[in-house]
């Protein structure tokens, strides 16, 4: 027997949760068996082209897992899934969990370098990408034929997620899922360091938060989700998402994204009643000009979170849209906060909500980590039934990230006043797109590799819509042939294996960065003070 889980819970934290029976020996697999046991003929999934009930969704599920299983996959195998939103991707994630395998849930805009690192440090031994891929998912693909520096090659599988039946019949496979406390599935860190940090969670772990979401939230059967973030996200996945459709007997409906296009022909069609956004998505529809073109009128609940939701945007929902807002604060981690559906107005619009479970521990602590009077902000530590106490292979990470009472460091600055949570600010060196966590070292890393340049510094800049953009500043090496230009500079971050999300919006060539008083780079200086005549790229 190991000294902890995978998740990084002693042998003791496990059955004082089970004791309390927060952990209920539940499994994803058991989960959704008991779905399509209890609503067979209920419609589980739909996208553009397909519409499943949950006894077909099974018998696909089941062809799913024969075609993985005979590309080699099996139980404890750990591979990447790299799929759009689809029935496809669905199918794909369950029929891992029926073999007893271990999905790795990259986001569709993480590029090479991320791909090839959690084939490294999972280990992953195969790959489960899209038959259709766009030119960022053709570049990665194309990358995945080189060898890891292992010297072992990622055995590639490619689902065409747009076909009415993906998986060519291939006999039976047996069901061999696996246990409660074993790994379930490695989630990513929005990342602060140059490479994504691989997050373990347990069937038991996540399975509670899942509930734990549901009782917090109005999903029940005969509702209908709109999946419209990234399917593999946290947020989407089990805020209440796309695991607490399945534990209710609820629809899932895949849209391909969260633009208003691309949502409200969705909304109306399906007669969604519950949807996921980030700000920047909720915002796009507030302003749509055609939003009164489609009954919007079935939705009673839209959720909110992955980055701070302004109070001006948080006011509009309830007017406009004649919507319940409830603002999600939580992160693949573990901890996830939620205003009440019965929270006064002034709770809902101003604050990022309450902790979920009641056996989510929360401290708000200086710098010599003392917990501060409430009000005060302060640095958000947080231990409970769902929170991982370690990163995947990760020591020295560890180290840094987790307290010796193993309490998570958030890197999130908030008040704390009478159970309620209000993000203020931010600790650690991340830069959050809309939602989209970049790590400035990783884009830096990447730059700095380019033969024209000297130094680079990334950081955050304001945006309206985003929250905040990605802004490298970069100084040219001297004696570089010819001048550095921003276009060719983001054309070569592109190139280079970086997630889409992380390419630089802005790319400014300077002489110097701004330093702070001891000398050290100010990032927040270079975030706040762009100087206009600057070119924009
Ligand atoms: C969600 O998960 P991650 O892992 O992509 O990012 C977590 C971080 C948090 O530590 C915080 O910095 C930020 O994203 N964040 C928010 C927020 N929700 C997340 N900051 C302010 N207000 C919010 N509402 O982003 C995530 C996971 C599960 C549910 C919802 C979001």
């Not at 195969?126 to 990665?140: D, E, F, M, Q, S």
């Not at 005060?376 to 231990?383: E, I, Q, V, Y």
Request: hydrophobic content about 40%; some cysteine; charged content about 20%.
């Amino acid at each position: 027997m190991t000294d902890t889980l995978p998740n990084g819970f002693s042998h003791d934290a496990a059955e004082h949760y089970r004791r309390l029976g927060v952990w209920n020996g539940d499994t994803h697999w058991k989960l959704f068996r008991r779905t399509v046991e209890a609503r067979p003929h209920a419609p589980a999934a739909v996208d553009a082209v397909r519409s499943l009930t949950w006894a077909e969704l099974d018998d696909t599920v089941a062809r799913a897992a024969a075609v993985l299983t005979r590309a080699g996959i099996r139980r404890g195998d750990r591979a990447i899934v790299q799929l759009p939103n689809s029935v496809a991707y669905l199918e794909t994630v369950f029929a891992l969990w029926r073999i007893g395998a271990v999905p790795v849930f990259s986001l569709p805009a993480h590029g090479a370098t991320d791909i090839r690192h959690f084939a490294a440090h999972a280990p992953a031994t195969h790959y489960i990408g899209t038959a259709h891929p766009n030119k960022h998912l053709g570049r990665v693909q194309a990358d995945l034929a080189r060898p890891l520096p292992d010297g072992r090659t990622l055995t590639t599988v490619l689902v065409d997620d747009r076909a009415v039946e993906p998986w060519p019949a291939d006999g039976p496979s047996p069901e061999t899922p696996g246990a409660p406390e074993e790994l379930a599935f490695l989630q990513l860190s929005g990342g602060t360091t140059g490479v994504p940090k691989l997050i373990p969670r347990t069937h038991d772990d996540y399975l509670y938060s899942v509930r734990a979401s549901v009782d917090v939230c109005d999903l029940r059967a005969d509702d209908v989700l709109l999946v419209a973030l990234p399917a593999s996200h946290n947020f989407t996945m089990s805020s209440p998402g796309i695991l607490g459709a399945v534990q209710v007997g609820a629809t899932v409906v895949f849209a391909p994204g969260p633009l208003p296009t691309e949502i409200l022909p969705l909304i109306e069609e399906h007669r969604v009643t519950h949807l996921a956004l980030v700000p920047p998505a909720l915002i796009s529809l507030l302003n749509y000009p055609d939003r009164a073109a489609h009954d919007l009128g079935s939705v009673r609940t839209v959720w909110v979170g992955g980055a701070k939701l302004s109070e001006a945007a948080a006011r509009r929902v309830r007017p406009e849209l004649g919507w319940n807002l409830q603002q999600v604060f939580g992160m693949a981690e573990g901890l996830v906060n939620y205003t009440p559906l019965d929270a006064d107005v002034a709770e809902v619009v101003a604050t990022q909500g309450r902790p979920m479970s009641p056996y989510d521990e929360v401290l708000v602590v200086d710098e010599d980590d003392n917990e501060v009077p409430p009000g005060t902000p302060g640095a958000l530590l947080t231990r409970g039934p769902y929170t991982i106490r370690q990163y995947h292979r990760a020591p020295e990470v560890n180290a840094r990230s987790f307290t010796a009472e193993g309490f998570y460091r958030t890197g999130d600055i908030v008040t704390f006043v009478d159970g309620v949570l209000t993000v203020v600010g931010r600790a650690k060196d991340q830069i959050n797109r809309g939602g989209e966590k970049v790590a400035p070292e990783a884009v830096e890393n990447v730059l700095l590799t380019h033969p024209g340049v000297h130094d680079v510094s990334v950081v955050g800049m304001p945006d309206e819509l985003l929250g905040e953009k990605v802004r490298a500043l970069v100084i040219p090496r001297d004696g570089a042939p010819g001048p550095l230009k921003p276009t060719a500079l983001k054309r070569y971050a592109r190139g280079q294996g970086l997630a889409s999300f992380a390419v630089p919006d802005v790319i400014d060539i300077v002489d110097e960065f701004p330093v702070t008083g001891v000398g050290k780079v100010s990032k927040k200086d270079q975030s706040l003070q762009r100087p206009a005549s600057s070119p924009e790229a």
